[in-house]
């Protein structure tokens, strides 16, 4: 059973439009929220976080918000720019520090 | 600041041989993780090291899978032996504490078993 969830495997957007990548949890009990882009042949990196008293939190042309009723995140990157294409992945904080990821989304910023 | 090293890159094994993987942290990291990858998922957590101790491994498949990190420092991942299923990247990532900014991934080994 999934505890982070992303389900949509790909997105597609024009270059300077918005990006809005979508992520679901289940265990109210994660107490902070992260993203990560990743290249081919690279390891993931850190984008941005969250923590789950939050509601949003900015840095840049990124932005994610935090709808805990929900169990809902979402990343929006205004203006969007091809060099964002990559695989972006949710990510939740278990207890012991450990991070629990979704299966990615895949965004292509088109010029 | 150096990232964190993993070797080596790509490796192609034959089913039921044995393969392991090193990984150097950034210095000063007392957090140390190994992810596997396989084609298509996330990441998954295989085990979790503070300095030398084991602080979670629930999710490693022990009967092949094996790791270690010596003095706190470096960490081998071995299997043995190996199975097609374990074609995957894996991934070391290293932090200073269970960090709130997440942690440093490095770029990975690519296992493939034919």
């Known amino acids: 059973d999934q505890q982070v969830k992303q389900n949509s495997p790909s997105l597609s957007v024009q270059e300077g439009r918005i990006s809005i990548l979508n992520c679901d949890y289940t265990?109210?009990?994660?107490?902070?929220f992260l993203w990560y882009k990743k290249y081919p042949a690279e390891g993931p990196t850190f984008l941005i976080s969250?923590?789950?008293?939050?509601d949003k939190n900015e840095d840049g042309r990124f932005t994610v918000f935090l709808n805990k009723s929900a169990k809902h995140l979402s990343l929006h990157i205004v203006p969007s720019q091809p060099g964002d294409s990559a695989v972006y992945f949710c990510?939740?904080?278990?207890?012991?520090?450990?991070?629990?990821f979704g299966k990615g989304t895949k965004l292509s910023v088109k010029p | 600041e150096a990232g964190v090293a993993q070797s080596p890159r790509y490796k192609i094994i034959e089913k039921r041989q044995s393969v392991a993987f090193w990984c150097n942290p950034i210095?000063?990291?007392?957090?140390l993780y190994w992810y596997q990858q396989i084609l298509g998922q996330g990441p998954k957590l295989l085990i979790q090291?503070?300095?030398?101790?084991?602080?979670?491994d629930s999710q490693l498949p022990k009967d092949r899978f094996s790791a270690e990190r010596l003095k706190g420092v470096d960490s081998t991942l071995k299997i043995q032996p190996a199975k097609l299923e374990d074609s995957a990247v894996y991934l070391c990532?290293?932090?200073?504490?269970?960090?709130?900014?997440?942690?440093?991934f490095g770029s990975g080994t690519r296992l493939t078993v034919v």
């Open positions: 265990n109210s009990m994660f107490d902070y």
């Open positions: 969250i923590s789950s008293i939050k």
């Open positions: 210095s000063g990291h007392a957090t």
């Open positions: 990510a939740a904080r278990g207890s012991q520090g450990n991070l629990i």
């Open positions: 990532a290293s932090s200073f504490t269970p960090a709130i900014n997440g942690y440093t």
């Open positions: 090291f503070q300095n030398n101790g084991v602080v979670d």
